[in-house]
């Protein structure tokens, strides 16, 4: 358990906020810290208590048992980020009606069931992450690479989106550019976990040596391993969650969900501030018709080397109006499915397939 304590000034909230990490660290420059940073960004225009708390390992029982303690000790509200949560909050809501949660990637399970329920007590946020993904491959592939690689870290269903959508925008940005079929070639694998990992790094390691050129790194701090290959063989980095471009050079643009934003928003909705409202009992998706999702534009974080931000504008707002779509054209099954069979799909050469895109699976 790690904690930290109020800050700010102007108004000072009753209860406690409190934050419980998944499989990550909190600084693991990817979700828990962009959850964590929302925390921190409410608790600079409003004080109130906020503390974070590591499970003892990644299961139910441990997440469960984190929450009750950060609840023991005076949380009222419990920001929880990641799809690993599902079945804990649906408990949790259930049995503590008097503490709210925000549950960040998921909407709460009845493992018993499979069937989801979201109590009045508990905000379920989503992201359309098959867009952000879409958005990285669009773009480096108009920015001139063709052998992209795509290193997951869990099979869930974020990152399972990320991945499909990353393979639907090369796709389409080989088809304006007016590529020929099989132009590009995608490395497609999941490390399994979260953490930056000697297998990851020698696998990242043996496809710039192969020639591929850029890697979606998709999995938390598998971002790291990726880095670390990267800068070795001069390739090039797609980071996941948060702007990565401050933890490599090697990381030409990031594939972004507001966490930051969207936790800040739900607490202010929490306290009722600057006219917001509680909206609990239900599930909000975050996309590009929101600005929930996206590439970072700053300067600093801009290292496309002919794609363009006109470009990019252009191509967002398609996906805002939805003038451009990807889910309807992913496999049906594609949550449930093995991800060789989704990915092979798209990548294949039968109905439905990605005509200028080949997968290579590794598992």
């Not at 208590?49 to 441990?62: I, L, M, R, V």
């Not at 490395?187 to 297998?199: I, L, N, Q, S, V």
């Not at 109006?321 to 496999?331: G, K, M, N, Q, W």
């Amino acid at each position: 358990m790690l904690a930290g304590c109020g800050g700010g000034s102007q108004v000072e909230l009753d209860g406690r906020v409190a934050l419980i990490t998944d499989l990550g660290d909190i600084d693991d420059k990817s979700f828990n810290q962009g959850s964590w940073e929302g925390v921190l960004a409410f608790n600079e225009q409003y004080r109130v208590d906020h503390q974070y708390y590591k499970p003892s390992e990644g299961t139910n029982a441990a997440y469960i048992e984190s929450i009750e303690l950060a609840i023991d000790q005076g949380a009222t509200i419990v920001v929880t980020p990641g799809f690993l949560f599902e079945v804990a909050v649906h408990e949790m809501q259930i049995k503590h009606p008097e503490v709210r949660f925000i549950l960040l990637d998921a909407a709460p399970k009845n493992p018993e069931t499979d069937e989801y329920y979201t109590a009045p007590n508990t905000a379920s946020i989503l992201y359309a992450e098959e867009q952000s993904g879409y958005l990285a491959g669009y773009g480096v592939v108009k920015d001139g690479h063709r052998k992209l690689g795509y290193m997951g870290g869990m099979s869930v269903p974020a990152v399972r989106r990320f991945g499909l959508g990353y393979l639907v925008g090369a796709h389409d940005a080989a088809v304006e550019l007016g590529l020929e079929d099989n132009a590009i070639e995608v490395k497609y694998h999941y490390t399994g976990g979260f953490d930056a990992t000697p297998e990851a790094r020698a696998k990242a390691d043996s496809w710039y040596v192969a020639g591929t050129t850029v890697i979606f790194a998709c999995g938390g701090s598998v971002g790291q391993s990726v880095m670390a290959a990267a800068g070795q063989r001069n390739g090039k980095v797609v980071g996941v969650d948060v702007d990565q471009a401050g933890d490599h050079e090697t990381v030409m643009t990031s594939a972004t969900k507001g966490l930051a934003a969207s936790v800040e928003l739900a607490l202010k909705q929490h306290y009722e501030l600057e006219g917001h409202k509680w909206e609990g009992g239900k599930t909000t998706v975050l996309d590009a018709s929101n600005d929930g999702v996206g590439l970072p534009t700053a300067e600093e974080s801009w290292r496309f080397e002919s794609f363009s931000i006109e470009e990019y504008n252009e191509i967002y707002g398609k996906l805002a109006d939805e003038s451009v779509t990807i889910i309807d054209r992913l496999p049906a099954d594609y949550l449930e499915t093995p991800q060789e069979d989704a990915a092979n799909t798209l990548g294949g050469s039968g109905e439905g397939s990605l005509a200028k895109v080949t997968v290579i699976y590794e598992g």
